[in-house]
Nanobody
């Protein structure tokens, strides 16, 4: 059984930083693209950033230059570094990963940007 577990969410002040982690565990034979989505109250869930097996990264325009996605293949873990946080970054952040050819989602972690 495969699962994704996010951690690192919380309260951050505007302009501050936070790092989210997403650890994959279980019977893992292959991990493809990993990514982060977010969903703010009353809004659709949207892709924030993704990283493929070659390390190629993709970002939503709203976070370019502020967020960085990375991964540690030895730990089956992806990270999302949030810098220069803005109130509009407030949302539940979900990790996704293609594992053994299937897409998995984490349970989500709340990020709140507020003074």
């Amino acid at each position: 059984q495969v699962q994704l577990v996010e951690s690192g969410g919380g309260l951050v002040q505007p302009g501050g930083s936070l790092r989210l982690s997403c650890a994959a565990s279980g019977s893992i034979f292959s991990i493809g693209t990993m990514g982060w989505h977010r969903q703010a109250p009353g809004k659709e869930r949207r892709l924030v950033a993704s990283i493929d097996v070659t390390g190629f990264t993709n970002y939503a325009d709203s976070v370019k230059g502020r967020f960085t996605i990375s991964k540690d293949n030895t730990k089956n873990t992806a990270y999302l570094q949030l810098n220069s946080a803005k109130p509009e970054d407030t949302a539940v952040y979900y990790c996704t990963a293609i594992i053994n050819g299937q897409t998995y989602w984490g349970q989500g972690t709340q990020v709140t940007v507020s003074s």
